[in-house]
């Protein structure tokens, strides 16, 4: 099984990216919750977003409700994160996860 996250970069405050994770060779993907971690540099990684299989979703950050929309496509497994009025506190690198796999990551940086 491999996760492999894409979409980070650089982007200025207030600016949007779309992440996407892509699933390979992971049967029954559908079947699984998939969610969205982050880390930032000095700080443990967190939880910040998770869509079940039926589509219902939580977003667990309270700085980033609002702004942040996690959603999924069973038809290419993959998920995604739709990150908007991005704030510097955004920075981080982000992960997503599904049943006991991470992918390696993806940076985002958010600065003028």
């Known amino acids: 099984v491999q996760l492999v996250e894409s979409g980070g970069g650089l982007v200025e405050p207030g600016g949007s990216l779309r992440l996407s994770c892509v699933a390979s060779?992971?049967?029954?993907?559908?079947?699984?919750?998939l969610s969205w971690y982050r880390q930032a540099p000095g700080k443990e990684r967190e939880l910040v977003a998770t869509?079940?299989?039926?589509?219902?979703?939580?977003i667990h950050l309270d700085s980033v409700k609002g702004r942040f929309t996690i959603s999924r496509d069973n038809a290419k497994d993959s998920v995604f994160l739709q990150m908007n009025d991005m704030k510097t506190e955004d920075t981080a690198m982000y992960y997503c996860?599904?049943?006991?796999?991470w992918g390696h990551g993806t940076q985002v940086i958010v600065s003028s």
């Open positions: 996860f599904a049943s006991d796999y």
């Open positions: 060779e992971f049967t029954f993907f559908r079947w699984y919750d």
């Open positions: 869509i079940r299989t039926n589509g219902d979703s939580t």
